[in-house]
């Protein structure tokens, strides 16, 4: 437990200082690209500091925009706050602020900087189809989620590779648009220089894939872990176990949920290939597994049956 | 000299490390305090919701009167039993789940009852906080065994015996009690 929540802090550091690497090479990048030379590089890199600074203090309310949670208000809710009172009785942890997203697709997310400052999102589909021992069971996964600081890293990580992915991006256009002249340049200057271009081109193309990987590898043995210490706070494991199989039998999807937010939810909210063709070829459903945010819920049933 | 510096150092690494050690000690010790009175917070909300819970029942099923009487009194001797030992209270609390079970029972019994909103909420009320009431005694256990191991273990024993720091006792269920009650809504 304690050992998890250091290693999701480390994490958060080094994911935090790879992500400003990433930029300062995609900056250099584009620096060669452009012959603008080395001065772009300090001003990316305060650039990526301030969005890593407000990735740390802003994620939990750009996530819970982007999906339309709404506050959860109201005596319709009641079960859903006294469940979370009473398992955050039962982590020691303060209450988190609970939010509904509005939509028919069962999935739910925890997101936040710290247990102080977290926040949990259900959508109405799942306060529908879930009975209370379920229902306690999900929340329980979603606050484990936030006793180990997963919430941290993940929210981070939506934002960072946003930004990368979204200066790749614009590199990549300007130089369609502008390149024109700078190709002279180059052409001017020799081999070394046409090399250099095509690296940095090869660099900007690859770098948001390098931010996904990174993003995944972190993503998808946390949810097994959460499983594990959400039924450590409910003592009850059926009470998971049938909230999974009641997700495995619903294929609806959620419709405010983007590749990048993807990793907060409970169960991965996007069509998955394999789900959708079951006579895909086993090479093309491996590459898809390791682009998956969650492990398959068939995986995570069994690691719970197994307990 | 050298000697010297040395000395000193192990000196300051001493007197850091039982600084530590005590404030963990202490910090642990008062979280179980913390703990257990969140129980009694919980027990209290739950006696409270009981009269309201009684009079409701009441407006659908009068002539039940054996029920209404015997929750009212399992719930008078567990506000009493409070004051006394903790084994006292557990059973004066047992007692009046007990008694609670077979007020819902009863209520099975009347579908106009069943539908009421006021009667629904407070159902939710009780159950939630009787989940409570479990889950803050798990707490407390957790709380409990983290601070046991600590005292017990090496070197914190050696603290923990010069500053009289002892073991806490496990807050035990009753026995008959295993597994989550199954409700119907």
């Known amino acids: 437990m304690y050992e998890q929540i250091a290693r999701n802090k480390r994490r958060t550091f080094l994911m935090l200082a790879a992500f400003v690497f990433l930029i300062a090479a995609v ?38 925009a982007a999906s339309r949670a709404q506050p959860a208000d109201g005596p319709e809710y009641a079960r859903y706050h006294n469940l979370v009172e009473g398992l955050c009785i039962a982590a020691g942890l303060p209450k988190p602020r609970l939010y509904v997203v509005d939509d028919p697709a069962p999935n739910a997310f925890a997101t936040g900087r710290n247990p102080e400052h977290a926040a949990l999102a259900v959508t109405t589909g799942l306060l529908a189809i879930m009975n209370r021992v379920e229902l306690e069971g999900v929340l329980a996964h979603e606050l484990s989620h936030v006793r180990n600081y997963d919430i941290l890293v993940s929210t981070i990580a939506v934002t960072a590779v946003g930004a990368v992915a979204l200066m790749a991006d614009l590199g990549l256009r300007f130089m369609w648009f502008g390149g024109r002249s700078e190709r002279n340049d180059n052409n001017n200057s020799g081999g070394a220089g046409v090399i250099l271009a095509i690296l940095a081109m090869a660099l900007l193309v690859l770098a948001p894939f390098a931010a996904q990987l990174m993003q995944f590898a972190v993503s998808r043995r946390r949810e097994l872990l959460a499983d594990a210490s959400g039924v450590q706070l409910t003592r009850y494991p059926p009470g998971l176990i049938s909230a999974l199989k009641k997700l495995q039998e619903d294929h609806t999807v959620v419709h405010h949920a983007t590749r990048a937010t993807a990793q907060l939810w409970i169960e991965s909210p996007l069509e998955r290939e394999n789900d959708k063709a079951p006579g895909a070829t086993a090479r093309g459903t491996k590459l898809n597994r390791k682009f998956d945010t969650h492990p398959p819920l068939a995986e995570r049933i069994a690691a719970l049956e197994a307990m | 000299m050298v000697i010297g510096i040395i000395i000193a150092a192990v000196v300051v690494l001493l007197v850091l490390f039982v600084v530590v050690t005590y404030n963990g000690l202490v910090k642990t010790r008062n979280r179980i305090d913390n703990a257990f009175s969140q129980i009694a917070v919980q027990l209290k909300r739950r006696h409270d919701l009981i009269p309201n819970l009684v009079e409701t029942v009441k407006g659908y099923a009068a002539h039940e009167k ?26 004066a609390e047992n007692a009046l789940s007990g008694t609670l079970k077979s007020l819902f029972a009863v209520a099975e019994a009347y579908p106009d009852l069943k539908a009421n909103q006021n009667f629904l909420s407070l159902q939710e ?45 496990y807050f035990e269920g009753d026995p008959t009690e295993q597994g989550p009650v199954s409700v119907q809504f």
């Open chain 1, 27 to 64: 900056a250099v990048a584009l620096g060669v690209l452009f012959k603008a030379g080395v001065a772009i590089v300090p001003i990316a890199i305060v650039i990526a500091i301030a969005m890593a600074w407000t990735s740390y203090f802003m994620s939990d309310k750009i996530a819970l």
């Open chain 2, 125 to 169: 009320e009780i159950t939630s906080t009787e989940d409570k009431i479990a889950y803050s005694r798990q707490f407390y256990n957790d709380s409990v065994l983290g601070y046991n191991n600590k005292i017990q273990a090496f070197p914190a024993n050696v603290l923990a015996g010069m500053f009289n720091f002892t073991a806490r006792e």
């Open chain 2, 66 to 91: 054996g029920v209404f009487e015997a929750v009212t009194a399992a719930r008078a001797n567990a506000i009493n039993a409070g004051n006394g030992t903790p084994q006292a209270q557990a059973q």
